[in-house]
C-alpha cells in the first residue's frame, strides 16, 4: 500500500503540552479579551470588534459547521463558503483552495495568524491539516486586512484554534469509512482535552486518520492504469498534534505558548483519464511533515487606551518523493524515474502590532513582519543538497474612523519587500550561485461600511495587493523545460467589492459582487527549445507579461424556516478572464457553484442532514482539449444524541449519495459512494469559579 504509519512518534509528541497564538481582535459580538467563547483570540487578525471602528470585511465557517457537513480536513471547511473552490493537483495529489479565481499562493494559510505554507513553491496541501482543534476559520477576500503582511493578494485564510473555557474539556470521537468496494477504506480518531484554572489554561488535541484507498464510481469504465474498484496507489495516513497553554492577567493581558505537529504520508494515483499524450506518473511520498513553534502575548498599555501584540514563530516542512518507473512501484530506470526527491525548508520570523484607541471614534493599528524562509532541496538520493535562502519583511497601518454612528470608513496602506539571500544552481554536480535579487510593493485599502437600515449593512472598498514570486517561480528549471528568471517582478491586483448584509429575524442574507484586475501576472512564455536541455518540443520561462480579470457574484442565505428547519443555501459565479491572451483557459476553477443544505430535527436528539452541490466544468489545459465535467454531489448524515449518555452522539450516512463519477481535474477520479459512522463524546465540566 505504500503507508506506513508512525504511531509511536505522534503518541510520544502527544506528552508536549504546548500552546497556541497571535494578534488581534474578536469578531463584531464580542471584544478582544472575552474568554466566555471557545475562539482563541491571541490568534485573531481581522479587527472586527465593538471596541474600535476598524473594519476589515471577513466571513467565517464555525467549528459547528466543520462538524455537521463532516469537513474532515481544511481544504473541505473552507470550501463551505461562496466564492470558495476546492482544487485537486492532479498528479501531486494536492488540496489547494481557490478564492474568487486566486490561487493558494496569491490567498496564504495562517494558523492563529501564523503563516503556513511550502517556502519553495508558497503552496500547501490543505487536506494534510485536519479540523479537530479548530474553533473557526476566518476567510479574508479581496480586502483581506493588510495587517496580515506580505502576499495577500486575493485575500488571506485564518486557522483559528481552540481556547477552553471551562475547568475541565474532555471530547473523543471515533469514524470509519467504507466504500462500494467493500473494506475499512479510511479509520480516523481523535482524542482532546483540555481546561483552564484561574489565570491558567492549557488544551491539546491529537487526531489520527488513515486510509486504504478509497474506491472508484461504479460507472468508471477502466482505463489503461485503472481498472476501477478501489483507486490505484490511493492510500494515505496523518497524524496531528496540536497544543497549547496560555496565561492571563491584568484583564485584559495574555501571553500563549503553541505547538502544532503533522506527520503525513500519501501515494498518488496515476492518471486514469483518456486524453491522449498524457503520460502517466507513479508517485509515492514516504513523508509529508510539518512543526510549528509560536509565542503570542498581549498586553495593554496606557491605561488600556492601546493594545500591543507580539508573535514570533519557527516553522519546519519536510517531505519525500519518488517516481518508479510504472505501476509495479519497484524500479527507477526510465527517465522521468527518480528515488528520494527531499525537500527540508524552514521559516522563523516574527511581527508586532499596536492598536492605539484615540477616542470612541477614531482607532490606528501598526503592524511590522519580518522573517526569513529556508529551501533545501536533494532531487535524488546522492546528488548534492541545493539551499535557497529568502528574507522578507512589511509594515502596514490601518486607521478606523467612525463618521457618524452608522458610517465608517478604514483606509490602510503597506510596504513590503523581499531579498533573495542565496540561491544554489547544480548542475553536473558543481555548485554555482544565481545573483541575488530584490523587489518591492506599495500596498493601499480602503473601506467603507453603512448601517443602513436597522437591519441591513452595506459595505464597499477597493484595494491594490501584490504577491512576491516564490523561489520556485525564481530558479526552478522544471526539469529541464525552462530558463529560470531571478528578476521576476510581483504581482499586483486592484479588488473591488460591494456588498449588503441583513439580518432579519429567522433569515439573513450576505449579497457580494466583486471585481478583481490582475497586472504583471506571471505566466509561460515560449523561448527557443535549443536554451533547455530537456528532450521536449518547447521551452518556456516565466515572466511578468500577463493580464487576468477575475468578477462575479456570491450569494448566501441562511433560514430558520421553523425551530426544527435550518436551510442554508448558497451561489457563486465567477468569470474569469486572460486579458492579454484571451484565447487562453483560465484552469481549475468553475463558473458556477451552487450549495444547499437542510438541517431537521423532528424528535429531541435526532437531526438529519441533507447537502447537494453543483458545480459546472473546469478547464484543466489552457487549449481546452482536457476538462472535468461539471457534476452534483448528495451527501446526507443522520445524528443521534441519546439523553441518558451526557454529550454522546452515533452518526451514520453516506457521502456522494448518488455514486457521481466527478474530478477536479481531468482524469484524476474523486471517491465514489462511501458510508460513514461515528461515535463521538464530549465533556465540559462547571464550577462557581468557572468563566462561563
Request: aromatic letters at 10%; a negative charge; one cysteine or more.
Given at each position: 500500500?505504500?503507508?506506513?504509519?508512525?504511531?509511536?512518534?505522534?503518541?510520544?509528541?502527544?506528552?508536549?503540552?504546548?500552546?497556541?497564538?497571535?494578534?488581534?481582535?474578536?469578531?463584531?459580538?464580542?471584544?478582544?479579551?472575552?474568554?466566555?467563547?471557545?475562539?482563541?483570540?491571541?490568534?485573531?487578525?481581522?479587527?472586527?470588534?465593538?471596541?474600535?471602528?476598524?473594519?476589515?470585511?471577513?466571513?467565517?465557517?464555525?467549528?459547528?459547521?466543520?462538524?455537521?457537513?463532516?469537513?474532515?480536513?481544511?481544504?473541505?471547511?473552507?470550501?463551505?463558503?461562496?466564492?470558495?473552490?476546492?482544487?485537486?493537483?492532479?498528479?501531486?495529489?494536492?488540496?489547494?483552495?481557490?478564492?474568487?479565481?486566486?490561487?493558494?499562493?496569491?490567498?496564504?494559510?495562517?494558523?492563529?495568524?501564523?503563516?503556513?505554507?511550502?517556502?519553495?513553491?508558497?503552496?500547501?496541501?490543505?487536506?494534510?491539516?485536519?479540523?479537530?482543534y479548530v474553533s473557526e476559520i476566518v476567510v479574508g477576500k479581496g480586502?483581506?486586512?493588510?495587517?496580515?503582511?506580505?502576499?495577500?493578494?486575493?485575500?488571506?485564510?485564518?486557522?483559528?484554534?481552540?481556547?477552553?473555557?471551562?475547568?475541565?474539556?474532555?471530547?473523543?470521537?471515533?469514524?470509519?469509512?467504507?466504500?462500494?468496494?467493500?473494506?475499512?477504506?479510511?479509520?480516523?480518531?481523535?482524542?482532546?482535552?483540555?481546561?483552564?484554572?484561574?489565570?491558567?489554561?492549557?488544551?491539546?488535541?491529537?487526531?489520527?486518520?488513515?486510509?486504504?484507498?478509497?474506491?472508484?464510481?461504479?460507472?468508471?469504465?477502466p482505463t489503461a492504469n485503472e481498472d476501477g474498484g478501489r483507486r490505484e496507489n490511493s492510500g494515505s495516513g496523518d497524524q496531528t498534534i496540536a497544543a497549547k497553554v496560555g496565561y492571563t492577567y491584568r484583564d485584559d493581558d495574555e501571553i500563549a505558548l503553541a505547538y502544532y505537529r503533522q506527520d503525513g504520508q500519501k501515494d498518488s494515483p496515476p492518471y486514469a483519464g483518456r486524453a491522449p499524450g498524457v503520460q502517466a506518473r507513479f508517485w509515492r511520498w514516504p513523508y509529508w511533515d510539518k512543526q510549528s513553534f509560536y509565542l503570542s502575548t498581549r498586553n495593554g498599555l496606557f491605561g488600556n487606551q492601546a493594545t500591543l501584540r507580539t508573535r514570533v514563530y519557527y516553522d519546519t516542512f519536510r517531505n519525500s518523493l519518488s517516481s518508479y518507473d510504472n505501476a509495479s512501484y519497484s524500479s527507477f530506470t526510465r527517465p522521468f524515474a527518480f528515488q528520494g526527491s527531499a525537500y527540508s525548508d524552514y521559516t522563523y520570523g516574527g511581527n508586532a502590532d499596536l492598536e492605539w484607541r484615540w477616542n470612541p471614534d477614531h482607532a490606528t493599528r501598526v503592524a511590522i513582519h519580518g522573517k526569513q524562509d529556508v529551501h533545501r532541496e536533494r532531487d535524488a538520493v546522492g546528488l548534492p543538497q541545493e539551499r535557497y535562502e529568502d528574507l522578507s519583511g512589511a509594515i502596514a497601518i490601518e486607521h478606523g474612523w467612525r463618521l457618524t454612528e452608522r458610517v465608517t470608513i478604514t483606509p490602510s496602506y503597506g510596504y513590503s519587500v523581499q531579498r533573495g539571500l542565496r540561491a544554489d544552481n547544480v548542475s553536473n554536480g558543481s555548485t554555482t550561485r544565481f545573483p541575488p535579487g530584490r523587489a518591492d510593493a506599495q500596498n493601499a485599502q480602503m473601506v467603507l461600511d453603512i448601517a443602513a437600515t436597522a437591519t441591513g449593512r452595506l459595505t464597499a472598498g477597493f484595494s491594490r495587493k501584490t504577491r512576491f514570486p516564490t523561489i520556485k517561480d525564481r530558479y526552478s528549471f522544471r526539469l529541464g523545460s525552462a530558463i529560470p528568471n531571478a528578476q521576476l517582478a510581483?504581482?499586483?491586483?486592484?479588488?473591488?467589492?460591494?456588498?449588503?448584509?441583513?439580518?432579519?429575524?429567522?433569515?439573513?442574507?450576505?449579497?457580494?459582487?466583486?471585481?478583481?484586475?490582475?497586472?504583471?501576472?506571471?505566466?509561460?512564455?515560449?523561448?527557443?527549445?535549443?536554451?533547455?536541455?530537456?528532450?521536449?518540443p518547447t521551452c518556456f520561462q516565466l515572466q511578468?507579461?500577463?493580464?487576468?480579470?477575475?468578477?462575479?457574484?456570491?450569494?448566501?442565505?441562511?433560514?430558520?424556516?421553523?425551530?426544527?428547519?435550518?436551510?442554508?443555501?448558497?451561489?457563486?459565479?465567477?468569470?474569469?478572464?486572460?486579458?492579454?491572451?484571451?484565447?487562453?483557459?483560465?484552469?481549475?476553477?468553475?463558473?458556477?457553484?451552487?450549495?444547499?443544505?437542510?438541517?431537521?430535527?423532528?424528535?429531541?436528539?435526532?437531526?438529519?442532514?441533507?447537502?447537494?452541490?453543483?458545480?459546472?466544468?473546469?478547464?484543466?489545459?489552457?487549449?481546452?482539449?482536457?476538462?472535468?465535467?461539471?457534476?452534483?454531489?448528495?451527501?446526507?448524515?443522520?445524528?443521534?444524541?441519546?439523553?441518558?449518555?451526557?454529550?454522546?452522539?452515533?452518526?451514520?450516512?453516506?457521502?456522494?449519495?448518488?455514486?457521481?463519477?466527478?474530478?477536479?481535474?481531468?482524469?484524476?477520479?474523486?471517491?465514489?459512494?462511501?458510508w460513514l459512522l461515528q461515535l463521538d463524546w464530549r465533556l465540559a465540566s462547571r464550577s462557581a469559579g468557572s468563566r462561563q
Open positions: 500500500m505504500g503507508i506506513q504509519t508512525r504511531r509511536a512518534a505522534a503518541a510520544g509528541g502527544l506528552g508536549l503540552l504546548v500552546l497556541a497564538g497571535q494578534p488581534a481582535t474578536a469578531d463584531d459580538s464580542s471584544s478582544e479579551a472575552d474568554t466566555a467563547a471557545p475562539v482563541f483570540s491571541l490568534g485573531v487578525v481581522e479587527v472586527r470588534g465593538a471596541r474600535s471602528p476598524i473594519v476589515t470585511p471577513a466571513e467565517s465557517v464555525s467549528a459547528e459547521a466543520i462538524q455537521t457537513w463532516h469537513r474532515d480536513d481544511l481544504s473541505e471547511a473552507i470550501s463551505l463558503l461562496p466564492g470558495v473552490h476546492l482544487q485537486n493537483v492532479g498528479q501531486r495529489r494536492e488540496r489547494l483552495i481557490a478564492v474568487r479565481g486566486y490561487s493558494s499562493r496569491q490567498v496564504p494559510l495562517f494558523i492563529d495568524g501564523v503563516p503556513v505554507y511550502v517556502p519553495y513553491d508558497g503552496n500547501v496541501d490543505f487536506s494534510r491539516f485536519g479540523v479537530d480586502l483581506a486586512s493588510l495587517l496580515y503582511g506580505p502576499n495577500v493578494l486575493g485575500g488571506a485564510i485564518n486557522v483559528i484554534s481552540r481556547k477552553p473555557v471551562a475547568p475541565l474539556e474532555i471530547s473523543a470521537a471515533s469514524q470509519f469509512e467504507q466504500g462500494e468496494a467493500g473494506g475499512t477504506l479510511a479509520s480516523r480518531a481523535t482524542a482532546s482535552v483540555g481546561g483552564r484554572h484561574g489565570s491558567w489554561y492549557a488544551h491539546a488535541t491529537y487526531s489520527y486518520f488513515e486510509s486504504g484507498g478509497y474506491a472508484l464510481p461504479d460507472s468508471f469504465k510581483p504581482e499586483s491586483a486592484w479588488n473591488y467589492e460591494f456588498g449588503w448584509h441583513e439580518r432579519r429575524g429567522r433569515w439573513e442574507l450576505d449579497a457580494m459582487l466583486f471585481q478583481s484586475d490582475l497586472d504583471n501576472a506571471i505566466e509561460n512564455v515560449t523561448i527557443p527549445a535549443g536554451q533547455c536541455s530537456a528532450p521536449n511578468n507579461v500577463g493580464e487576468q480579470r477575475n468578477r462575479g457574484a456570491e450569494l448566501a442565505l441562511g433560514w430558520q424556516w421553523f425551530d426544527a428547519l435550518k436551510i442554508d443555501a448558497q451561489a457563486t459565479l465567477l468569470d474569469r478572464d486572460n486579458r492579454s491572451r484571451p484565447e487562453l483557459r483560465q484552469l481549475d476553477t468553475p463558473e458556477q457553484k451552487y450549495r444547499l443544505g437542510l438541517r431537521w430535527t423532528p424528535l429531541a436528539g435526532v437531526t438529519g442532514k441533507f447537502e447537494a452541490q453543483y458545480e459546472t466544468r473546469r478547464w484543466s489545459t489552457t487549449d481546452g482539449a482536457r476538462y472535468a465535467n461539471g457534476y452534483t454531489l448528495l451527501n446526507s448524515f443522520v445524528r443521534y444524541a441519546p439523553g441518558l449518555v451526557p454529550g454522546l452522539g452515533i452518526e451514520a450516512g453516506v457521502r456522494n449519495l448518488a455514486d457521481q463519477k466527478y474530478a477536479y481535474q481531468e482524469g484524476f477520479f474523486e471517491p465514489g459512494r462511501t
